[in-house]
Each structure stands twice: as structure tokens, then as C-alpha cells.
């Protein structure tokens, strides 16, 4: 359970985000500045030997150093606050890429390209710090509403000129992108990386990861020793030179495959030599529109000096997603249709007036626009006549208003 916390250092929490790996996430405001960041913190107290502690120093350490613009920023040093060290840092107001995986399944192989094109970017100024991120996958992958691609999370990375901060033979990463090497607890460079950015690939232009498995050791065994299967066996719309970047990046050998995120990304030219340039600008319309639609901003009850709250799929910081994984246990109340088959929005819906309650008991009031459980939104005309679209797992309940 998320403990409610009013302050952090200098800064005013607004509310937690979620637990990442090594802590909690908290959304604040710099009274200094009045800008939102993302506040890391871990206890002081971890109970394991110390290591947690250090990988989070650690990444405090290469945020500071990674200046990039496809890169979540580090605000400031690593500090203490009574019983916890923290640091603040950038927050991306927006969606994860295994947000909109899950809500698109497959993405359209140019689409697929643009988010690749972003990630090997920022993997490319890691790397040329000799920082190897460990841990790439879509959860890591942030989107914010200008669009821009960002990669977070670099608390299990490692620089390559630092001592290890974990037990020999020991693998750190999540089983469904690790590279064989990794799992075997051999070295990893550059290459591990783009194995795991191969394996994201694969998933966006398939819908589904290349190894599933009953258990996580059945999938380590599979990336250690199974081809994937090709991805134009499923889905004949992926460009050949697509599939084999992919199919590169995926070679069991680090020799085999991509010698770095230039020549990774160098390949997917070749995807779409003739049209590059458009299908980039077509894919960040689209990306722009499916992350402002899903994020919303809810003005909270009281006077209007109460910091606002941002709800539905799309806002999240370093390691977790928000408001809707984060309040994950909040189920629906009873006034809220629960999801299923639906022939879509409401036709009736806007004949009534209804009140929404989110999990930080602020509400909206409005007229009933659209109702759509089976693709699990809601959409109001609030009371100052604005359009605005909630996902229904973000929303605690739901009740009619008299007229």
C-alpha cells in the first residue's frame, strides 16, 4: 500500500504515481518554480545489504549525464528526507508504449518504425556515455503530448566503466526482452540492448511477444535457444527490410547481430525508402492524437488553488504507469457498467446528467455524451461546456444527477 505523503525535500506532493522496482513515484510541484516533476524515492532502510540503495544513487549518477531529448532528466542530486533518499525528475504528462500497445494491439510498420527510430536514438547517446540500459521494454517507453519518444528507467543500468552492483552470474532485466547473454550472466554491451529494442519491435508489428511460455524460466530457455518465428509468416504488410532488422537484432550471437544503434536504426531506412520523411510526419499525427485524446485534465473540487489531477491511461513517470495502474485495485463502483461487449457509445447518453468520482475523491459533473464499455471510456460535456474523455477503470463511480 502507497503511503500518503504532503512533502518531499522542497517539494509539494500532489499524489503517489505508483511503486517502480526500487520505490515509490510521487507527482509533485517545485513551489520554487511551480513546475510538476516526478519525485523517486526509496527507503533508507532497504534490507539488502544496500544494493537497492546504490543502484538508485546509481541512477541518479547517469540521469545527471545522459542530456538527451529522447531521455527522462534527472532534476537534481539524490538527497535525504527523514527515513527516505530521493531525487527528483522530469515528469512526462502522456502514455507508455505498452499503454498503446495494449489498447492498439499491432502497429502499422511505419508506426512501429517511428517509436524504434526514437528509441535507438536515445540509446544511441547512452551508449556513446558508455551507459547500457539493461532493462528496455514498451513499459520504459514514454510518449508525451508534443509527441516525443522517451526512454526511462535506468535503475538497473550500467555504466560500463563502473563496478558491478550485482552478485556474479546474477541476471537483472525482465524476462520477455532479456538477451541470451544476459540470462546466462555473461557480459552485456551495446548489443544486449538492441536485443531487447528487437524484441519490442517484434511485438509492435505482431501484437505478440516472439517467446510465451507458462513460466519465465520456460521464456528465458526459449531466448537462449528458439528462432523467432518470422514476423511476415503472420502479417504480410511488414516491409522484408523490416522484418530482417528485426530478425538481426534478435540473432542469438551478439556478433550477429547489429554492431550499434546507428547501424540498427540505419536499417530501417531501407523499410521505407521511398516515403520516409512522410511516414514519419504521418506517424507523429497519429501518435499526437491517440496520446491527447487519453489524457485529460480533471479539475479537482474546492477553489481553484488545489493542484490538478491528471486521470485515464495516458500520464506517466520513470518506471510506472499512473493514475489508472496505479490506482489498479480501484474497481469500478456499482453506478458503472462493467466492461464487455458493447455496439458502442450510448446513444442515449446524452439525455443524462451524471457526476464522476475518481480514486483521489475529486468529481466532475456533466451531461452524458458517450458511454462506451467495449472500448472502456466515457465522455462528458462538463459544466463549462468542454468536451472531455475519462477511461472507465480510472473511474470509481459513476451516478446520475437530477435534472
Not at 536514438?121 to 508525451?144: I, M, W
Not at 491517440?290 to 473540487?301: F, H, K
Request: aromatic share 6%; proline share 8%.
Amino acid at each position: 500500500m502507497i503511503q500518503a505523503v504532503r512533502r518531499i525535500g522542497p517539494y509539494d506532493v500532489v499524489r503517489p504515481l505508483g511503486k517502480g522496482g526500487m520505490g515509490t513515484v510521487y507527482l509533485a510541484t517545485d513551489p520554487r518554480t511551480g513546475a510538476r516533476v516526478a519525485v523517486k524515492t526509496v527507503s533508507a532502510d532497504v534490507t539488502d545489504g544496500g544494493q537497492t540503495l546504490k543502484r538508485f544513487a546509481k541512477e541518479v549518477e547517469i540521469l545527471s549525464r545522459l542530456e538527451h531529448p529522447n531521455i527522462v532528466r534527472a532534476l537534481g542530486p539524490l538527497e535525504r528526507d527523514g527515513d527516505s533518499w530521493y531525487f527528483a525528475m522530469e515528469y512526462v504528462e502522456g502514455r507508455t508504449l505498452a499503454a498503446i500497445l495494449k489498447e492498439c494491439g499491432r502497429l502499422e510498420p511505419e508506426r512501429a518504425a517511428f517509436f524504434l527510430r526514437e528509441v535507438l536514438l536515445a540509446l544511441e547517446a547512452a551508449h556513446a556515455q558508455g551507459v547500457l540500459h539493461r532493462d528496455l521494454k514498451p513499459s520504459n517507453v514514454l510518449v508525451d503530448r508534443k509527441p516525443r519518444v522517451m526512454l526511462s528507467d535506468f535503475g538497473v543500468a550500467r555504466a560500463v566503466d563502473l563496478t558491478r552492483l550485482t552478485t556474479s552470474g546474477m541476471a537483472l532485466g525482465t524476462p520477455a526482452y532479456m538477451a541470451p547473454e544476459q540470462i546466462e550472466g555473461r557480459d552485456a554491451d551495446e548489443r544486449s540492448d538492441l536485443y531487447s529494442v528487437g524484441v519490442m519491435a517484434y511485438e509492435m508489428v505482431t501484437g505478440r511477444l516472439p517467446f510465451v511460455a507458462e513460466n519465465p524460466y520456460a521464456v528465458l530457455k526459449m531466448h537462449q535457444e528458439t528462432a523467432p518465428r518470422p514476423p511476415r509468416q503472420a502479417f504480410e504488410d511488414i516491409p522484408p527490410a523490416l522484418e530482417a532488422a528485426i530478425l538481426c537484432a534478435m540473432a542469438k550471437s551478439p556478433a550477429q547481430r547489429f554492431s550499434s544503434a546507428a547501424e540498427f536504426r540505419a536499417a530501417l531506412v531501407g523499410a521505407f525508402p521511398s516515403g520516409e520523411d512522410e511516414a514519419v510526419r504521418r506517424s507523429g499525427v497519429w501518435l499526437e492524437g491517440i496520446v491527447s485524446r487519453e489524457t485529460v485534465a480533471l479539475d479537482g473540487p474546492g477553489d481553484g488553488a488545489r493542484p490538478r489531477a491528471w486521470v485515464g491511461v495516458g500520464v506517466a513517470a520513470g518506471v510506472v504507469l499512473l493514475a489508472a495502474v496505479a490506482w489498479r485495485a480501484m474497481a469500478p463502483g456499482p453506478d458503472v457498467p462493467p466492461p464487455g461487449p458493447s455496439p458502442g457509445p450510448s446513444a442515449a447518453a446524452p439525455q443524462r446528467r451524471v457526476e464522476l468520482t475518481f480514486p483521489d475523491k475529486s468529481t466532475v459533473r456533466g451531461r452524458l455524451e458517450a458511454l462506451d464499455a467495449a472500448h472502456g471510456f466515457v465522455r462528458i460535456v462538463d459544466e463549462k461546456g468542454e468536451r472531455r474523455t475519462y477511461e472507465l477503470r480510472g473511474v470509481v463511480s459513476m451516478k446520475n444527477l437530477p435534472e
